[in-house]
C-alpha cells in the first residue's frame, strides 16, 4: 500500500503564493504518474496538474501560468508551486499517484484563499 502525504496547505490573501508538497512511500515513486486534484465545497473534484514518469505536464486551463506542478524523484515527492491565487482556488486539495492502472490518494491539504 502506498501512502501519498500533503502538505503545505493554509490560509493566505489573494494574490499570494502558496507551495504543496506531497511524499510517497513507494520506492518506484519515479515511475508513478502524479497529480494534484482539488475539489471545493459543493463541487466534483478536477484534474489541477499532472507529471508524467518523463516530466509531461498537464494542467487544467484555469491554473495555467499561474502553477506549476513538479518531481524531484530523489526526495520521493511532487510540488505544487501556486501563485497569484484567486479565491476560487479555495479547495482540499488531493495528491494522486498512478501506475499500472491504480490509484493512490492523499488525505488532502485545504487551501483557502480569502480576498
Known amino acids: 500500500q502506498v501512502q501519498l502525504v500533503e502538505s503545505g496547505g493554509g490560509l493566505v490573501q489573494a494574490g499570494g503564493s502558496l507551495r504543496l508538497s506531497c511524499t510517497a512511500s513507494?520506492?518506484?515513486?519515479?515511475?508513478?504518474?502524479m497529480a494534484w486534484y482539488r475539489q471545493a465545497p459543493g463541487k466534483q473534484r478536477e484534474l489541477v496538474a499532472s507529471?508524467?514518469?518523463?516530466?509531461?505536464?498537464n494542467y487544467v486551463d484555469s491554473v495555467k501560468d499561474r502553477f506549476t506542478i513538479s518531481r524531484d524523484n530523489a526526495k520521493n515527492t511532487v510540488y505544487l508551486e501556486m501563485s497569484s491565487l484567486k479565491p476560487e482556488d479555495t479547495a482540499v486539495y488531493y495528491c494522486?499517484?498512478?501506475?499500472?492502472?491504480?490509484?493512490?490518494w492523499g488525505k488532502g491539504t485545504l487551501v483557502t484563499v480569502s480576498s
Open positions: 507529471i508524467t514518469s518523463s516530466r509531461n505536464l
Open positions: 513507494s520506492v518506484n515513486f519515479r515511475f508513478y504518474t
Open positions: 494522486n499517484g498512478r501506475l499500472s492502472g491504480i490509484e493512490y
